[in-house]
């Protein structure tokens, strides 16, 4: 069949065969035979490969790439057919023929050239085949241009250009970071593109045009230098970071990408070029020997663009080097990416690339951070990062839980001081254990994400570790089957899981608080305990503590406190709550110095452990202290004049029957009514409008159940502060903080002295009271009873009225200017309580009264 | 069956036509005819690079059997 073939192949070939029976035969056979023999068996079956080969082909003949693209075109539709088998060994035939086609058509000069700049100079006659006069073809012959008088001037001064090829093989050294005969980097150790040096003879220069030409590749050369020298030196150097190994080996599958370039263009200057001793700048024109080689082969203009992309992309590699050598980690792949938002699609394919390589480590830490809290970031690259002090303070619930555990009633003294040194490390744990380093974060996650990512691995981590929650695995389950992977392509997941995960942690962190641990138990046991909520229990404690209170802090002792307490508990309601909460109750005294008087240092503690000290950390719990203190003196000043008022009221019905006294009498009553109404306002504000509000907005918080444990840390915060800035007055004026409280509490002082001062003139009154009884019982001749001591002269009396007196117009005095403070007050609760307290103007009448 | 056999047809004829136009392209300087002889030579099994350097070996033959004649002219 085959034969059959051959035949008329023959025959279309050689018209004088169909004539001749001889030729054919013997042509037929000769073809048979060199059918058979097995020259050029390529083993190559890749379709792709052969039609990379044939546009390159295609792309020598005409740089301008019409012919490649129309091939691809075909070579597409082609592969759609169904027909042919043999596709591959089909296109291997024609790119044979066409490339034999190629080397037969040389000796002929008939072959039609594919690229249309180079066309005319296939009929130039050799003389002119320099390329710097070929632009002048139509004249060239006729009469000498310009370029040839300038080169026959410096054929005179034997002066030549220094051939293309040879320049094309050092630019081709420079490409690679290597120093040419003729064109070299000034210095190897730090090149620049701007100091090339061109090694000019005497006999030889180098035009203009083509240095600048040749400056624009060395250029690429120059990037080269510095990106290869990055990636050398990054992987000799120990301790670098995973994502810029990553980022390295990106580089390196450039560079090796690049190199293939280099050797493609290599092989294409060796074809046009076979030996060295042709191009000896000795001999004058070599260019002359065919100048149709320069069709196919390399010329500077040529590198140039194939050169041209690879210089953008060099750029690109040598910018991100240049931010790799100062940043670190994520802030590189924030670099990076600060090169993406590009209006140029080849540059922002690049950094895509780049990127998504170069996150490759980020996202895997991020994986492990988010889904089980563990920080894997063995180079601190993460822009999360662990505190190496704190990063072994992993159990301190165990250490510290089991002293409380194993400690059935209130705490003893030696083991309270050492939980106060662990006291602090929740809240520290949290807070400063993983640190958020804002600039290692990758701009593409954004800010509010990066802190939910924080968050969330904190919330895990702590859960795992510092709540030893036994539920973790379910939970850890039920995290990893939200996420797929995570990758820079896919932002919009990202943040989906990221939502999901952050929600699951930051739930489960408020459930282990609040179910497991009873947070709000606590929470409700301070208010009602430190912060006066249980009235009953209030004034237990008041009674029985009062008569010790008044007594020198020295000569108080602990035991005495706790055993007060204890009995306060169980007389009051507060022995119905949870023993888990009573026992942490505790008395104590503050340090107190000479002179101080119970009053001063008692105070009453609450005592949290891990991981509740998170929450209620040591500072919060000065505030509630500080608050119990104030509240505590308010409650005292309260019941030292409830107590007071009995005393007179009853008194005054029963025994004190003392005309002339009586109209001082009812000027102290009159004093003491307007100090009971400060002192209950003053009380019912603290209660009613500080206390319960505030309580009432963090109850809110809480029952929403959103947010992380930060978010928790800080209703708290707030909650505590509210109160803090409003029980205790403070405004907001810098120094001044304490303008009011120092006021109010100046008043309560002149209210015990004036109580003191009270308490005397009763004293008085009854014994006047019983010296007169019995006066009249001598006049009437009954004896009852001894002689009394002689009375008090009216100079005790008049002395213990004055103070009565001053302490009122005092205590007027300052109610007056607290009243006025109050009222300009910028807090608009305090500004209510000053209405309270001066109540229908009462004391703004007053003073315009006096004035 | 007889309607899938023009099908056939047609379609080869549109690969030998894009065929054609790559040898165009290749400037292989073979005609149509030749081309569907070779590819069909080369569906049936034959080497193509052989094919190739028999097809180079016809044209120059042809070549040096031209100068020959115009010689003897």
């Known amino acids: 069949m085959s034969s059959v073939h051959l035949e008329s192949l023959v025959t279309a070939f050689i018209p004088q065969a169909r004539n001749d029976q001889s030729l054919r035969d013997d042509l037929i056979t000769r073809c048979g035979e060199i059918l058979n023999s097995h020259i050029g068996h390529s083993p190559e079956t890749d379709i792709g490969y052969l039609a990379d080969s044939i546009k390159r082909n295609l792309l020598n003949t005409s740089p301008n790439g019409v012919p490649t693209l129309r091939f691809s075109n075909l070579l597409s539709r082609l592969l759609e057919q169904p027909v042919l088998s043999r596709k591959h060994a089909s296109l291997l035939f024609l790119h044979a023929l066409s490339a034999s086609q190629a080397s037969v058509s040389k000796g002929h000069g008939a072959l039609p050239s594919l690229s249309i700049p180079t066309a005319p100079r296939q009929y130039q006659s050799p003389r002119n085949a320099t390329p710097s006069d070929l632009s002048s073809p139509s004249n060239g012959p006729k009469r000498k241009s310009k370029a040839d008088l300038l080169r026959e001037y410096r054929a005179k001064n034997e002066k030549s250009h220094i051939p293309e090829a040879l320049l094309l093989r050092d630019t081709l050294y420079l490409l690679q970071g290597i120093s040419g005969k003729y064109v070299q980097f000034l210095s190897v150790k730090d090149p620049d593109p701007n100091q090339l040096v061109f090694k000019e003879d005497s006999r030889h220069i180098i035009s203009a045009s083509t240095k600048a030409l040749v400056l624009r590749l060395a250029e690429v050369g120059y990037l080269y230098i510095r990106v290869d020298a990055f990636v050398r030196e990054s992987e000799g150097k120990p301790g670098i970071g995973m994502i810029e190994q990553s980022l390295c080996h990106h580089l390196q599958s450039q560079l090796t990408e690049y190199y293939r370039l280099i050797a493609v263009l290599e092989s294409q200057m060796s074809s046009t070029v076979p030996d060295d001793d042709r191009l000896d700048p000795q001999q004058q024109q070599p260019q002359q020997k065919d100048s149709r080689e320069q069709e196919t082969g390399l010329t500077l203009k040529r590198l140039d663009v194939w050169i041209q992309e690879w210089r953008l992309r060099m750029r690109m590699m040598s910018v991100c080097v240049e931010g790799a050598r100062e940043t670190h980690g994520g802030a590189l792949v924030n670099l990076i990416h600060g090169y993406a938002d590009n209006g140029d699609p080849f540059v922002r394919k690049f950094t895509d690339q780049l990127l998504e390589e170069v996150s490759k480590p980020f996202f895997a830490t991020l994986h492990k951070w988010l889904f089980s809290g563990d920080l894997n970031d063995p180079f601190s690259e993460f822009f999360v990062a662990v505190d190496p002090e704190l990063a072994h303070l992993q159990y301190v619930h165990q250490s510290s839980g089991g002293h409380l555990g194993g400690d059935g009633g209130f705490g003893g003294l030696g083991e309270a001081e050492d939980m106060a040194g662990e006291r602090d490390s929740g809240l520290k744990l949290w807070e400063s254990k993983y640190r958020f380093h804002k600039e290692m974060l990758p701009a593409f996650v954004g800010e509010a994400f990066g802190r939910k990512i924080f968050s969330t691995g904190k919330s895990l981590n702590f859960i795992r570790y510092s709540c030893q929650d036994s539920d973790w695995v379910a939970t850890r389950e039920k995290l990893s089957n939200t996420g797929g992977t995570l990758q820079y392509s896919d932002i919009a997941g990202l943040e989906r899981s990221i939502d999901t995960a952050y929600q699951i942690a930051s739930r489960r962190l408020f459930d282990i608080f609040f179910e497991k641990y009873g947070l709000l138990d606590h929470l409700l046991a301070l208010k009602q305990y430190l912060l006066l909520g249980h009235g009953d229990f209030a004034d237990q404690l008041m009674e029985a503590l009062g008569p010790n209170l008044a007594r020198p802090a020295n000569t108080l002792y602990r035991h005495n406190l706790t055993a007060t307490l204890e009995a306060a508990i169980r007389q009051s309601s507060a022995q119905n709550d949870p023993p888990d909460v009573v026992r942490r109750l505790d008395a104590r005294m503050l340090e107190y110095s000479h002179g101080e008087i119970g009053w001063d240092v008692f105070t009453l503690e609450y005592k949290v452990d891990a991981p509740i000290d998170t929450v209620l950390d040591s500072g919060a719990m000065v505030k509630y202290l500080k608050l119990f203190n104030h509240l505590w003196k308010i409650k005292r000043i309260e019941s030292t004049l409830s107590k007071g008022w009995m005393r007179i009221a009853g008194g005054a019905r029963t025994f004190l029957r003392l005309q002339d006294l009586n109209p001082d009498w009812h000027k102290v009553r009159i004093t003491m009514g307007e100090m009971i109404h400060f002192i209950r306002q003053m009380e019912a504000y603290c209660q009613l409008e500080v206390i319960e509000c505030s309580w009432k907005i963090l109850l809110d918080f809480v029952q929403k159940k959103e947010g992380d444990l930060d978010a928790l840390i800080k209703a708290h915060r707030a909650y505590l502060d509210r109160m803090v800035k409003k029980v205790l007055l403070s405004s907001p004026k810098a120094g001044r903080e304490e303008n009011m409280l120092n006021q109010v509490r100046e008043l309560f002082s002149i209210i015990l002295q004036f109580r003191e001062a009270t308490d005397d003139f009763y004293n008085f009154s009854l014994s006047e009271s019983a010296y007169r009884d019995s006066e009249r019982d001598n006049e009437r001749g009954i004896y009852t009873g001894l002689a009394r001591e002689p009375r008090h002269g009216p100079h005790t009396l008049n002395d213990i009225l004055s103070r009565v007196r001053e302490y009122g117009t005092m205590f007027s005095e300052k109610m007056q200017t607290l009243v006025q403070g109050l009222q300009t007050h910028p807090d608009l609760d305090c500004r209510f309580l000053a209405v309270r307290l001066s109540f229908s103007d009462f004391y703004k009448s007053r003073r315009e009264h006096k004035s | ?73």
């Open chain 2, 1 to 73: 069956m007889s309607r899938r056999e023009p099908d056939h047809l047609t379609s080869a004829h549109q690969v030998l036509d894009i065929l054609y136009d790559i040898s165009q392209l290749l400037n292989t300087q073979l005609d149509k005819e030749t081309l569907a002889t070779c590819v069909s030579m080369i569906e049936a099994g034959v080497n193509p690079e052989a094919l190739a350097a028999v097809v180079q070996e016809l044209k120059r033959e042809n070549l040096a059997l031209n100068v020959q004649n115009s010689n003897g002219r």
